[in-house]
């Protein structure tokens, strides 16, 4: 919000950017006050997860250090118009006309996002691992859903080890894209579906409106669960028109914009369904042919680059299924279990019946939330389910030649995480500012030595 606002009022830069991220921060450390209580036993686990990935992702930021910003799309737009942004001072139309006229015009939360790595440095040194928080966010969001499922903290973990670090999803975090910030924002909201209290429905709302900011494909995300959530029983509520007035603030400007001045919210694309023109466009897309092929789904979903691996797929695919066999009748009436279960159903049919692109990140999501409805599963076989399928997703996420250098850092990462944690262990008021310091010592440290490409 503070970058899009300041893009929006033309303020956009370096120094308006730090001055006003200054003044919420202080506010934060100011009125926000932390917990008093004495942390659950579950949280043993969740830091002990947490510490895990965040040494993970960092094992694979050390790999790529010395690489420059790679793929067309971060190479093409994700970046360029981040920059664009910055030397104009606003959020302006980044002609892409000679690659793909459709990201000129779609959103792009992503670019916002990568705004606030480029501006500190002047360059892409930590713009490059863009996707990494977004990995993070995916286990913590994975692991939330898990829990209101009715698992056990460690499965829940274990469950959220296998959604961010199976290689679908790990493995973008070495790219300045925004396929895993879509993924993460759409499971932090399927999450709060089942979160109870007032702030339920704004958690809701923020969630959702970043997935639709984010980029056009996150209709193949947000149709699914339009149809198995909504209507409840309620037709109004204050709770659904929390939820409404927070997407149409934050994501309805990407889309007035181009229903003002083109007449289409989704320009340039057509939207004629069954032939009947609703929204003018420049084109029209078709269905990919590779999705009618069985080999190339096999390549799209198992052994392709960006492929679950064989392991990874047949036990993902085994898990969901007991999972719909476990008392399908009683879940089913649950909205939370309704999605886990149904919703990839309907994703697919969506997915297949509409994509130009037979790309697997379209629909990484429910990969995701296919693994978190392993939770459904009977609590007998829960334990070794969720093991078995966060130890094949971690283990083929990576080239063996990395193996030492992937344990090197991670447990570097890992005792300094601890090591930390035991210090401010009995002084909670402590740890805003100890984080702060953190994070200026850690960008200084880059700024001054990391290595040149």
Known sequence: MIAGGLGLAGALSPVALAVVAGIVCVGALVFVKPPATKPPAADVW???????????????????????????????????????????????????????????????????????????????????????????????????????????????????????????????????????????????????????????????????????????????????????????????????????????????????????FFGNPVFPVMVAPGGVELFPGLFETTVSPRLRQPQELWRLFVAGYWGLGTAVALLVAAGWVGAWLSKPGTKLRQPLARLVLTGPLVAGLVFFASSPYAELRFVQVWIAVMICAMALLPHRIQTPAAAGVAIAAISTSFAPQFLLSFVVVAVGVSAGAILLRSLLGGRPSLRPYVLATGAIVAAASVWVWWRAY
């Not at 793909?100 to 990568?114: K, M, T």
Request: proline share 7%; glycine share 8%.
């Open 46 to 260: 969740l830091f002990g997860g947490l510490v895990f990935v965040v040494g993970f992702v960092s094992a694979v930021i050390w790999g790529h250090r010395d690489l420059p910003a790679m793929g067309d799309d971060p190479l093409t737009y994700h970046l360029p118009a981040a920059v664009t942004w910055l030397q104009q001072g606003r959020i302006c139309i980044y002609e892409t006309w000679n690659f793909n006229p459709a990201n000129s015009y779609s959103p792009l939360a992503g670019s916002i996002f990568a705004i606030w790595l480029l501006a500190p440095l002047g360059n892409d040194v930590l713009a490059r691992f863009l996707q990494s928080p977004a990995v993070v966010a995916v286990f913590l969001a994975a692991v939330q859903i898990a829990r209101r499922l009715g698992a056990a903290p460690a499965v829940s973990v274990l469950l959220g080890l296998a959604c961010a670090l199976c290689r679908p999803i790990v493995g973008q975090s070495a790219m300045a894209k925004d396929d895993v910030f879509l993924t993460a924002f759409v499971l932090l909201g399927i999450g709060g579906l089942a979160m109870p209290g007032p702030a339920a429905p704004m958690r809701i709302g923020l969630a959702f409106a970043l997935a639709a900011a984010t980029k056009y494909t996150a209709l193949y995300s947000l149709i699914p669960i339009l149809l198995l959530v909504f209507p409840p029983r309620k037709v109004f509520s204050w709770r659904i028109a929390t939820v409404a007035v927070t997407v149409v603030v934050l994501a309805g400007p990407w889309y007035l914009r181009n229903w003002l």
